[in-house]
């Protein structure tokens, strides 16, 4: 066992048997590089990665090449996913040399923690252009022992150079109807009519952007916006990238027709989705949103819930295939044959519903389980026996690992979409999931000066601050259960979280918003970056997270700092709206008000007033913010001076300072927030 035997991440823990002498990421690891003179390999990946677990079973278990590491170099794992910082940090510099990133990045530092050589997976042997593992050890070593001075004024100067490359300059405004204009243009042009989505293979599932184009749709009635959000949902639904046994996506599809997923089962993925296909079923009431929102929500229940009520991060794309090889997407696919053992004579309905055919559509005559009809009558029920006898089956296969660690950022989007999808489809039990999830970041991840630690996992807090967009998302997701509940004590926390923002993680001249905070450990440069990627990014979160609490509060000084923050989407999101796609969402309730509803009835369990509630809940207004409680009760500012008409539950809804007449009848509240 290494010093890795003791960490929290899964991540890390799938390193300590081997036979590399590794350090967490720590003052101690430099000091030893400093004591002896080496070079630091840094090597960044994390738990589901498919190639990280490639280079780790060719390098990192292999007894020669830790042997020469042992000597040569002090060797750092860092999981990506709990100290995103140093992965952003240095995946900048690495995309800056190389051109591109990716994981596992490998990285050789001086003890000053300074980059000088950078790459990503190496093969044990020279192969398709790139040289092996050892020989850019040999290389880095030799340059190192030889070449030292070159070494230090090349590190010195890459650091330089991160140091003078500065945030593209932010508007002093936030955007308004022309920018949101231009992105949807430019979303238009990028969009792919044949196939839905964004661009080519691979292809990723833009969830923040279908945000976007729902919201966008509401707020205006563009057509256009709606119609690429049903289409891009319908097709990835319909492929291989949605699990259509067991419902949930995969982290992409590696062509353009979301046939072929990469089979890894991410957190933030499905908590997105889900919510993007609970908003998709609002606005349209589409059988397919609903269906998949629900089994989604499932999934993340069933298969991501932890004992202690939060969600784990990931499933592995590799498992077990049944001779002891772990092999991508084993558990997901199928022959003809393996249909007929478990199906017999339904195999053939089931090879033409699924799209199993006998030369496969992934590797080895294999296929992803997809719904390539799109005509055609099938019998309902049988498909259901169909599906469940081949989900029961698939149960008895060897499971794909599971990452338990708990990240609050990612726990803070399934609070959010599971809260709503709960609500949305009279689902309670997906409300107390979220509720379970809420209650274990406030117990576990919250301390007593209202700071975020980054992980937890079997109960027990993570050593590494959270980052901004760990204080966006758990707000968020606070916000949507404040709402869905009427447990003000959710927007407390959320208030408490917002406050830190200003306070530690914004830039006091410009408004503009850094992803560590102020008094967090001192990297190389402190990362900041608007753009989303898998997730919404902290900044945008942040601001939508921010402009939510103002609404529910009135705080100005709240609604400012969100509206400072959005100046980076009026400069980003006509020119790269594919990736600022939350900050789009966020401008577009910014535009609407956003509307607050105040919902007062008798108390809890009157129908009347859960009808208001639920009501106001499913309006499709981009940002809504929703209270529900008592006249006489303080959970929530927004119900301040709101009574009953005529003793009848009533529902109020303002913006922008302006309030229409209370309403008693669901339907005039329908009209109001239409």
Known sequence: MNRLAHETSPYLLQHADNPVDWWPWSAEAFAEARRTNRPVLLSVGYSSCHWCHVM????????????????????????REERPDVDAVYMEAVQAATGHGGWPMTVFLTPDAEPFYFGTYYPPAPRHGMPSFR????????????????????????????????????????????????ALLGLTREYDPQRGGFGGAPKFPASMVLEFLLRHHARTGAEGALQMAVDTCERMARGGIYDQLGGGFARYSVDRDWIVPHFEKMLYDNALLCRVYAHLWRATGSDLARRVALETADFLVRELRTAEGGFASALDADSDDGTGRHVEGAYYVWTPAQLRDVLGDDAELAARYFG????????????????PQTEGVFDAEKIASVRRRLFDARARRPAPGRDDKVVAAWNGLAVAALAETGAYFGRPDLVEAALGAADLLVRVHLDEHARLARTSKDGRVGPNAGVLEDYGDVAEGFLALASVTGEGVWLDFAGLLLDQVPARFTDPETGALFD???????????????????????????????????AHTGSEAHRVAAERALGVVKTLGPRVPRFIGWGLAVAEA?????????VVGPGPDDERTAALHRTALLGAAPGAVVACGTPDGDEFPLLAGRTLIDGAPAAYVCR???????????????????
């Open 56 to 79: 780790a079973h060719e390098s990192f278990e292999d007894q020669a090449t830790a042997d020469y590491l042992n000597e040569h170099f002090v060797s750092v794992k860092v999981d």
């Open 135 to 182: 020989q850019v050890l040999e290389g880095v070593q030799q340059a190192w022992t030889t070449r030292h001075d070159e070494v230090s004024e090349v590190a010195g100067k890459i650091v330089r150079d991160l140091a003078q490359r500065e945030i593209v300059r932010q508007a002093a405004e936030a955007p308004g109807e022309q920018e949101l204009a231009q």
């Open 356 to 371: 199993v055919t006998e030369e496969g559509t992934f590797e080895h005559g294999q296929s992803v389980l997809q719904l």
């Open 516 to 550: 560590t905070a102020s008094d967090a450990e001192r990297l190389i440069r402190r990362p900041q970056d608007p753009t989303d990627n898998a997730a919404p990014s902290g900044w945008t979160a942040a601001a939508g997270a921010l402009l939510g609490y103002a």
């Open 590 to 598: 910014l535009l609407d008000g956003p509307r607050e509803v105040a």
């Open 656 to 674: 922008g300072f302006v309030c229409d007449l209370p309403v008693t009848d669901p339907e005039a509240l329908r009209a109001t927030l239409a």
